[in-house]
C-alpha cells in the first residue's frame, strides 16, 4: 500500500498548478467572464458548457456534470490514480514526494521509468544532432528549409549510424534494455546484439497532450528503406490515438480555432515553418475516429489535407466515414497532383497554402457528390447510391448531426428526406460512441477504489459543510460527527472541518470527496447546484435532525 502523500504537500502541488494550464493541454479554453470556457472532453457537445475557474482551482461542465479539481481532471483524462496524477503535477511544479512503500504496486512505477528511457533518448539525439556527428542531419534540414528556431520548438534529433550514447549509458543493465526494446528505442538483431532502431535517422519526438514522449518517428537520411520509421505500439506508444505536433501546436491551434492535419511529421514540420502553426500529423496512418475526437476538443474546425489523385479522393471518402462515427465535422483540402504539403507550401508559399485551406469542402458535401450518380442515371445505381449514404448515416448517434446530414444527403442525392430515417429506423440503430478520455493511458493503471457509502442526509451534509462555514459551526455544536455519522462521512467532515481552519476553504479537499459529491461541491463553488444560493445553516440542522431521528429509529 502507497504511503498517503501529507495534505501540506498536496496543497503545496494545487497552489502551484494552474488548472488552467492542464486542462489547456486537453481542451481549447477561452476567456468567458472570470472564467475559461470550452468543450467538454467528457461528452460531446457543440456549445461549450465546460467551465474552468483558475482562483478556485475548479471545473465543471453544466452539461454532463463532470466537476473537480486539477487532480480529478488528470485522472479522469489520462486514466491515472490519485498517486499517478499527484506524481506527474508535483514534477511539473517541482515538488517532491515522499516516497512510496516498497510495496507498491510495480505499474505505475514502470511506466514512469518508460517515460524517462524515452526522455534520456530525446537527450542523446538532440546533442548528436548539435554535435559534429550530425552535420549531414543538419544539411538535410537545411536544404528542406528547417530553421533552428522549429528544431527546437519540436525538440528534433539525430541517431547516429554508429549508435548513439543512449545505446552506451544504458550499458549492459538487462532490465533497462529490456524496457528500452519494450518501448521500440531498441531492436534486437539475429545473433542477438541490440541495436538502436532510429540509427542513421532524423528523430521526432511523439508526445502526449501532456508534453511526455511517447514515442518516436525517424526520416532515414538518403535512399535507405523504410524512409520514415515509427515507434512500435508499446505500453506508452498508440499510433491511431495520437496527432504528432498536437503538444506543441497548442497555442496556435487556441488562437486558430481550427486544426490542420497532415500524414507526416516532415509536413507537419514544413507548414509549421512556414507559419502555418496550428498543424498535427496523424503519423501515416488511416485517419482514426480517437484522432479527430482528439482534434475536435482543441478546435471547433478540423481541416484534413488529401492529395488531388483518385487515392486522396477515396482516402476522403473513408475519413468521411470515421468523421461520422466519430461525431465530428470535417473539411478536406485537396491538393494539386503530385504535391504533398511539403511540397506545396516549400514551392507555391504561406498564401497559397492558406488559401488552400481557405477552400477546404465540408467532406460530407464530398462524400455525396462522390457517390451520386448524377442526372438520368439507371434507378438501380440511384438506388445503391441512397443505400450507400444510408448505411454511413445510420452510425450517427447525435439525432442533430443526423438531421443535418440527411437532410444534406437528399438534397445531393435528389430523394426525400424521411427516407434515411427509415432505411435507419430499419436497421439497428448504433449506440452512442462514449468521448474517449483515456488517451494514452496505461492499460495497467488500478482502478479506482470504490466509493464510500454515504446516506442522502450525509451526502447533503457535507456538501453543505464544503460550501459555507457556518454549517460547519452546526456539526460542530451538534456534535453530529462524532454521534451521527458513519465512517467514511466522518472522515470525510473532519477532513473538511481541517481544511476550513487551515486554508479557510475546502475546494483544496474537493478531490477527496466521492466522485458524485466532487462533482456537486465544484459545480456549488462555482455558484451553480441546488444549495448555491440557499441557506446552507438550516440545510445543516434539518440534515443533523433526520440524522438524529433515524439513529433513534435504528434503536
Known sequence: MAGRIPDDILETIRERSSIVEVVSAHVALKKAGRGFSGLCPFHAEKTPSFTVNEERGLYHCFGCGEGGTVFTFLMKMEGLDFRGAVEQLAQRA????????????????????????????????????????????????????IGAEVVERYGLGFCPASGS?????????????????????????????????????????????????????????????????????????????????????????????????????MDAIALAQAGIGNVVANLGTALTEEQ???ARRFAAQVVVFFDGDRAGQAAAVRAFEVAARAGVWVSGAFLPDGE?????????????TRALLGAAVALEDFFFDSISPGPGTP?????????????????VADPVRFSLLARRAAEKLGVDEALFRE????????????????????????????????????????????????????????????????????ALAGAILDAWDDQGSAAAMVHRFPPELEARVSAALMGQGPYAGADKVRIARDCIDRLGARRIEAR
Open 94 to 145: 517541482g515538488v517532491r514526494l515522499p516516497e512510496e512503500d516498497a510495496g507498491a504496486g510495480p505499474g505505475r512505477d514502470e511506466r514512469s521509468r518508460l517515460f524517462r528511457l524515452n526522455e534520456a533518448a530525446q537527450r542523446r539525439w538532440v546533442e548528436s544532432l548539435r554535435a559534429a556527428e550530425g552535420a549531414e542531419a543538419r544539411a538535410y534540414l537545411e536544404r528542406r528549409g
Open 165 to 265: 550514447s543512449f545505446l552506451r549509458a544504458l550499458g549492459g543493465r538487462r532490465q533497462a534494455v529490456d524496457a528500452a526494446l519494450a518501448i521500440g528505442l531498441l531492436g534486437r538483431r539475429d545473433d542477438g546484439r541490440v541495436y538502436e532502431r532510429q540509427w542513421g535517422r532524423i528523430t521526432f519526438p511523439i508526445r502526449d497532450g501532456t508534453g511526455r514522449i511517447v514515442g518516436f518517428g525517424g526520416r532515414a537520411l538518403g535512399d535507405r528503406q523504410p524512409k520514415y520509421l515509427n515507434s512500435p505500439e508499446s505500453p506508452l506508444f498508440h499510433k491511431g490515438s495520437v496527432l504528432y505536433g498536437l503538444y506543441e501546436a497548442r497555442a496556435a491551434i487556441r488562437e486558430a480555432d481550427a486544426v490542420v492535419m497532415v500524414e507526416g511529421y
Open 292 to 294: 479527430l475526437r482528439l
Open 340 to 352: 504533398d504539403p511539403d511540397s506545396f507550401v516549400r514551392g507555391r508559399g504561406t498564401e497559397a
Open 379 to 395: 434507378p438501380a445505381q440511384r438506388a445503391a447510391a441512397v443505400q450507400r449514404a444510408g448505411e454511413v448515416l445510420a452510425v
Open 423 to 490: 432505411l435507419r429506423a430499419g436497421g439497428r440503430r448504433p449506440a452512442a460512441r462514449p468521448v474517449r478520455r483515456d488517451e494514452g493511458a496505461a492499460p495497467d493503471v488500478a482502478a479506482p477504489a470504490p466509493a464510500p457509502k454515504l446516506t442522502v442526509e450525509e451526502m447533503v451534509l457535507l456538501e453543505v459543510m464544503a460550501l459555507d462555514r457556518g454549517a460547519c459551526g452546526v456539526v460542530v455544536e451538534a456534535e453530529a460527527v462524532e454521534r451521527l455519522f458513519g465512517p467514511a462521512a466522518a
